[in-house]
């Protein structure tokens, strides 16, 4: 009997051993592939109608590129807008960044808080209050293939709740 009283007390430091090389396997073949995964993000070509895109990757944050052929305003605005999805993800890290993205609601404030970053630079610079509100609810309207099934005042009040300065209330005291 005291043999095999040994022979369980082995098999289970066996067993916490292994998990831990285990453990360590998976954070080495991790690494590699996320390397490769942001390599890849950073030089693959933006898909066609993207001024922009930010990937937000875990252990690396965000990843973002812009489409050279912009300029001026359009270049600026773009900036703008993907360095507010890229504090979205410094903020809530790559695994929330994504899991609030996963449904249109979630996706539509994710927007509307970039667009709102883009609207304070077009307010700061003199565009009207009511040109800059119709311009993101276009964009948003027919730009992102998710939104279809929501209407312009959805939309709309979106924009209005993650960007005070659009707001009903906002343009009510103009």
Known sequence: MPGS????TH????VA???????????WLLAPGLLALSLAAARAPLPKGL???TICL??????????STLSGRARTLAEIHE???????????????????????????????????EAQWDLAVGYPRENVLARI????????GWTAGRS????????????????TQARAGD
């Open 5 to 8: 009283h040994l022979f369980v």
């Open 11 to 14: 098999r289970l430091h066996t």
């Open 17 to 27: 051993r292994n998990r831990r090389i285990s453990a360590r396997r998976v954070v």
């Open 51 to 53: 001024d922009g895109m």
């Open 58 to 67: 875990p252990f690396v944050g965000p990843v973002t590129r812009i489409d």
């Open 83 to 117: 360095r507010a999805h890229a504090a979205q993800c410094e903020e809530m890290g790559a695994v929330r960044s994504y899991a609030a993205r996963l449904t249109v609601d979630g996706k539509l404030r994710s927007e509307a808080d970039a667009f709102c970053a």
């Open 137 to 144: 609810a276009d964009e948003l309207e027919t730009a992102y």
């Open 152 to 167: 312009r005042g959805e939309i709309v009040a979106a924009i209005g709740a993650a960007c005070p300065p659009l707001s």
